[in-house]
């Protein structure tokens, strides 16, 4: 099995930053893509920014130029720093991953989501 576990999030001003971290564990044999995606209120999760195992980034349009992902392969974590957060980030932030694991000696390749962590950006 294989878990994300999300940290970082909370309350900040806008103009403010954030930096999230999310750490894979279980019986992870490679993590390939890595990425954040957020879901507000109303509205569909979208994905914010992902990181290919070699280091290749994406960013949505409005998180490029504020946001930066990174990776720790030997540490299979993945971080999103946040800068410049205006009211609209305001978000549920998911981390996601793709894992290749170990279950009773077969390896199985899976889609991996953490639990979430809210970030509010507000005055």
């Known amino acids: 099995q294989v878990q994300l576990v999300e940290s970082g999030g909370g309350l900040v001003q806008p103009g403010g930053s954030l930096r999230l971290s999310c750490a894979t564990s279980g019986s992870v044999v490679t993590v390939y893509a890595m990425g954040w995606y957020r879901e507000a209120p109303g509205k569909q999760r979208e994905l914010v920014a992902a990181?290919?195992?070699?280091?290749?980034?994406a960013y949505t349009d409005s998180a490029k130029g504020r946001f930066t992902i990174s990776r720790d392969n030997a540490k299979n974590t993945v971080y999103l720093q946040m800068n410049s957060l205006k009211p609209e980030d305001t978000a549920v932030y998911y981390c996601n991953a793709q894992v290749l694991f170990t279950i009773s000696g077969s390896a199985r390749r899976t889609d991996c989501w953490g639990q979430g962590t809210q970030v509010t950006v507000s005055s």
């Open positions: 990181i290919t195992s070699g280091g290749g980034t």
